[in-house]
């Protein structure tokens, strides 16, 4: 019997009991890490204790001030000197960049070719482009097609697993070099904190995908295809990652901020250079607010000429609360005053959205990106919102996963549910999904993981 666990919108910290879920033949799972539904086996006090124990506070100030350096908003002798040592680093960086790609270009540093096909989705800039929902777009799409997806994520800012996971192949054998398991496409087993905001977004959202969480994608591939039957695989923020051979290298460019700074990591926010837009197959423009984007589109054309452009915008859906799944439609937004609540790469366009849906916001609280949210931070938050007399709190998707419920719930906690509508190319996103669902299904070589 197969039970398929629905995603569901609750954070980790509603405890609820869940029903016992059963892998088809070929998986076994312990109690101590498997965390479906809703995750009620989760200790989420000691997950307070784990970041509590860290020197968040201290070195989120340091991030917020080297962001402030970055962007010219922090001034004087000490900002300008650190601005001259980016500046350095980043010629060093550049040519590191450089050697780099020479050394994959001439396969003097291995490419891995899993006999699957491998779609890459990436950026030439350090966040802020939306990957996360094209993402969830791209796998659905070809989910529905009738493809067996697979997304290999980083997982970034996840924790370690206090107790390893256990996978026994259809033999009754136990699987080695595992990758964590966020989903198999029909369980979800981790909690945000162990799978990373972005990874367990994309395990709530989308039925019938597998979600794998390892810096080795190459690990993480190779699990999917034997142990699961992922005939796609989607490498989640895979432009930089050159081990494993790329079919469909797809990139996106924020129309807002195309270039990020203009500068490469670390004095700017690029992760190479404008002309690595070259490498691209597909080049997918992200938050265009229905505007023409003529103008980006003859400067990408510098760099790539062939690749299809696709124009699409991060549109909102409905309210969700974040506590009980109670949705409301955008209309709800319309003359509330609101507080925004992010910690994203780019907060500005997500509160921009907010506004557009006629909220007045009087509060903006900004967070770096991936912060962990903590109950004292969300009991004050709650507390000044509520003497403020505001209306609710809206935050982002990726944020809510990482809140812990206030003791007080004086003001309701609402994310913002975004989707992705293209509103040029849609033929060249048609072709895209039809040049993937055309592959037949392939051959693997068999036990590649006792190759490792």
């Not at 088809?24 to 009620?40: C, G, I, L, R």
């Not at 975004?418 to 993937?436: A, V």
């Amino acid at each position: 019997m197969i039970q398929i666990v629905h995603r569901t919108s609750y954070p980790v910290h509603r405890r609820r009991q869940a029903p016992p879920s059963v892998h088809p033949t070929s998986y076994v799972v312990t109690e101590t890490n498997a965390f479906p539904n809703s995750f009620a086996n989760l200790d989420t006090t000691e997950d307070v204790r784990y970041h509590e124990g860290s020197m968040k506070s201290r070195m989120e100030e340091l991030e917020e001030w080297g962001m402030d350096v970055i962007f010219g908003r922090a001034h004087g002798f000490r900002a300008w000197a650190m601005r001259c040592m980016l500046r350095v680093a980043s010629w060093f960086f550049y040519l590191l960049i450089k050697v780099r790609l020479f050394l994959f270009r001439r396969r003097l540093r291995t490419v891995h070719y899993l006999g699957t096909f491998v779609v890459s989705v990436g950026n030439i800039t350090a966040g802020g482009t939306g990957k996360t929902p094209v993402v969830e777009l791209l796998a659905r799409t070809l989910t529905e097609r009738g493809r067996k997806c697979a997304i290999l994520t980083r997982g970034y800012k996840s924790a370690d697993l206090p107790l390893p996971q256990e996978w026994k192949n259809a033999q009754g054998k136990k699987v080695r070099h595992l990758p964590k398991i966020a989903s198999d496409g029909n369980t979800r087993y981790l909690s945000p904190l162990y799978a990373g905001d972005e990874p367990f977004m994309l395990a709530r959202n989308l039925d019938g995908v597998a979600v794998l969480v390892d810096k080795d994608r190459v690990k993480s591939g190779i699990f999917a295809i034997e142990q699961l039957g992922s005939n796609t695989l989607i490498l989640d923020d895979g432009m930089q990652y050159l081990k494993l051979k790329h079919e469909i290298d797809i990139v996106l460019v924020d129309c807002g901020f195309p270039f990020g700074t203009g500068a490469l990591l670390p004095r700017g926010t690029m992760r190479e250079p404008r002309a690595s837009l070259a490498r691209a197959g597909y080049i997918i423009l992200t938050k265009s607010d229905g505007k023409p984007q003529d103008n980006l589109i003859a400067i990408i054309r510098r760099y790539n000429k062939l690749a299809d452009i696709i124009v699409t915008n991060h549109a909102p859906d409905y309210l969700e609360n974040a506590f009980t799944g109670e949705r409301k439609p955008l209309e709800f937004l319309r003359g509330k005053y609101v507080a925004c609540l992010s910690g994203i790469a780019r907060p500005e366009s997500f509160e921009k959205l907010v506004e557009r849906q006629g909220a007045k916001i009087e509060i903006r609280r900004r967070y770096p990106d991936h912060h962990w949210f903590d109950q004292t931070e969300m009991d004050a938050f709650v507390q000044r919102c509520a003497d403020r007399a505001i209306d609710l709190i809206v935050t982002t998707e990726k944020d809510a996963v990482r809140f812990m419920k206030p003791d007080e719930m004086d003001v309701p906690i609402y994310f913002l549910r975004i989707s992705i509508q293209i509103t040029q190319g849609k033929e060249e996103w048609n072709r895209l999904i039809h040049n993937i669902c055309a592959i037949s299904a392939p051959q693997p070589p068999p036990q590649w993981s006792d190759t490792l």
